[in-house]
């Protein structure tokens, strides 16, 4: 009986170990879908990411936690939308997507030449622009699960 009551407390950990790995992944599979999308929808407003560092919408700091929901915006079938309100749209959809997928969600598009993920950025003139994802699970852990270089985009 005790060998069997071991057995099943065995085999029981492990399915919750491999339900929180699957948990993790699809968590993951997410953040690299979510951020690929934000800089495909940054390459295609060449206008907005003409601007300077200081003028362009697509720089953004967003904690789901600390900055709550996202003011709405919304730009669709649109042809009189801006440039600056069709980021705007973009980076609501970001962020909601965001707040309502992962736990205490954070992202911080910004220049950063580093190559740890941290969330501060190390802004020099020339520093390639990344989107840096990551969430607040268990873990304890607060930095970047996930780090994409935005292509083609001058510093």
């Given at each position: 009986?005790?060998?069997?009551?071991?057995?099943?407390?065995?085999?029981?950990?492990?399915?919750?170990?491999?339900?929180?790995?699957?948990?993790?992944?699809?968590?993951?599979?997410?953040?690299?879908?979510?951020?690929?999308?934000?800089?495909?929808?940054?390459?295609?407003?060449?206008?907005?990411?003409?601007?300077?560092?200081?003028?362009?919408?697509?720089?953004?700091?967003?904690?789901?936690?600390?900055?709550?929901?996202?003011?709405?915006?919304?730009?669709?079938?649109?042809?009189?939308?801006?440039?600056?309100?069709?980021?705007?749209?973009?980076?609501?959809?970001?962020r909601e997507a965001l707040r309502t997928g992962f736990p205490n969600g954070r992202i911080?598009?910004?220049?950063?030449?580093?190559?740890?993920?941290?969330?501060?950025?190390?802004?020099?003139?020339?520093?390639?622009?990344?989107?840096?994802?990551?969430?607040?699970?268990?873990?304890?852990?607060?930095?970047?699960?996930?780090?994409?270089?935005?292509?083609?985009?001058?510093?």
């Amino acid at each position: 009986m005790l060998v069997l009551a071991v057995g099943i407390v065995g085999a029981s950990s492990a399915q919750m170990a491999a339900q929180r790995t699957r948990h993790q992944s699809a968590l993951m599979s997410a953040a690299v879908h979510l951020a690929a999308s934000l800089v495909e929808r940054m390459r295609a407003n060449p206008v907005a990411m003409a601007l300077g560092d200081a003028d362009n919408p697509y720089l953004i700091e967003y904690d789901a936690a600390a900055d709550g929901p996202p003011a709405p915006a919304s730009c669709y079938g649109d042809a009189d939308c801006s440039p600056g309100e069709i980021a705007q749209a973009d980076l609501y959809e970001v962020r909601e997507a965001l707040r309502t997928g992962f736990p205490n969600g954070r992202i911080v598009v910004c220049r950063d030449a580093r190559t740890k993920l941290a969330w501060e950025c190390q802004g020099a003139a020339g520093a390639p622009l990344v989107v840096k994802l990551g969430w607040r699970g268990n873990t304890g852990v607060d930095a970047p699960i996930v780090a994409l270089v935005v292509p083609g985009v001058a510093g």
